[in-house]
């Protein structure tokens, strides 16, 4: 893979008179991976995402943007922000205007697009993050929640390259913070590359391709999380816990006295390696668009009696608002732990998720499970 951004013994103080927030700081993003940034309070994160946008000028060392330094001129800055976008971790700190559509629109604005083009990326934007009827409406009016959103639709509208979520599931209740990771799921499937940071070892552990661990401004960790979480004294002194299916897996694996590896992320990985059933349920896949997903959803249930039925993706999901669904978030490891349980289940999803809800029945045979999924 190419590497996107490289940092190479970056040293940087906000002032000179105090210690370094970053110190010999050397890490590279590579391109396309689904890259977590984890480490504690006062560790370094923002500063770090601050960093890849230019916000903060290093005092020594370079930082590069494919195979370039960056360019702190207005003019390189802006070229930089044009393709790599950030979502704060308070949304309040980025929010600039009135309306929910004025600030969806600040950021291409800001970098000079025609009034055509804004109101086109607006729109596709507030659709992303299901928004769409509210473009009136003033910011004060609208949840927490829903402010993440138009943070989130604001970078979107801007069609990064990279997009750098800090923090994004912060002050979101369970739900809303599940389909804010399933938006970030359908950005990197999109071919955007995306890093989050985020105190959640769970979260990140399951979603991630590349972790990389800060600890008192400096790189701790960078590569699989395995590496990392198999030191559990340096996982505390970074200030973090082990993720509770890492440490379920290592515990039976100790107990029955066999290897660790394969490393299962979620709870159908460990439920498929350590208790699957005589019989492989059935998985009806149903990729759909939201005006469809009614109907499909029907014809797969009477077809499949007994069946539970089960969302991923919040465009279906939403087109099936008040309907009675087994499992309308999280969908696709309920309905894999479900199949290891040698049961049926019916998966409706939004098509993009498609190669992704694929590419877990896959690892299932990493575990010795092979489940029988139809379109």
């Not at 308070?90 to 000079?112: R, T």
């Not at 009136?136 to 997009?163: E, F, W, Y």
């Amino acid at each position: 893979m190419m590497v996107l951004f490289e940092l190479d013994d970056v040293t940087f103080s906000h002032n000179p008179t105090l210690p370094p927030v970053m110190d010999g700081f050397s890490l590279s993003i590579e391109e396309g991976c689904r890259t977590a940034v984890l480490g504690a309070n006062g560790a370094g994160k923002t500063t770090f995402f601050y960093t890849l946008l230019g916000v903060n000028k290093p005092q020594k060392g370079c930082v590069l943007y494919n195979g370039n330094p960056i360019d702190y001129s207005k003019d390189g800055l802006r070229s930089l922000r044009s393709e790599v976008a950030v979502v704060l971790q308070n949304p309040d700190e980025q929010i600039f205007c009135s309306l929910v559509e004025e600030d969806v629109a600040f950021g291409p604005l800001n970098l000079g697009m025609s009034t055509e083009d804004v109101e086109a990326r607006v729109a596709k934007a507030l659709a992303d993050v299901r928004l769409s009827g509210l473009e009136r409406r003033p910011l004060q009016q609208l949840s927490g929640g829903q402010r993440k959103r138009v943070a989130i639709a604001g970078a979107l509208a801007v069609d990064p390259h990279v997009m750098i979520m800090d923090e994004p599931t912060a002050g979101l209740d369970p739900q809303a913070s599940m389909e804010v990771m399933e938006l970030a799921e359908k950005l990197a499937l999109r071919g955007v590359t995306v890093l989050i940071s985020t105190h959640d070892v769970d979260l990140a552990y399951r979603w991630s391709e590349v972790s990389d661990v800060l600890c008192k401004g400096s790189v701790a960790h960078t590569g699989d999380a395995e590496g990392f979480y198999s030191d559990v004294a340096k996982v505390h002194s970074c200030g973090l816990l082990v993720p509770s299916v890492f440490s379920i897996n290592r515990e039976v694996s100790a107990m029955r006295g066999t290897d660790p590896a394969p490393y299962p992320k979620s709870p159908c990985e460990l439920l498929a390696k350590f208790g699957k059933s005589k019989r492989s349920g059935k998985v009806v896949l149903i990729p759909a668009d939201p005006e469809e997903a009614a109907d499909r959803l029907d014809s797969a249930m009477n077809d499949m009696k007994g069946a539970c039925s089960c969302i991923y993706g919040s465009d279906v999901r939403h087109a099936l608002e008040g309907r009675d669904i087994d499992f309308a978030f999280d969908g696709v490891n309920a309905c894999l732990s479900r199949a290891v349980e040698g049961k049926d289940s019916v998966l409706l999803y939004d098509k993009i998720y498609d190669p992704l809800i694929r590419g877990q029945i896959e690892r299932l045979r990493t575990f010795g499970f092979d489940t029988e999924a139809v379109l």
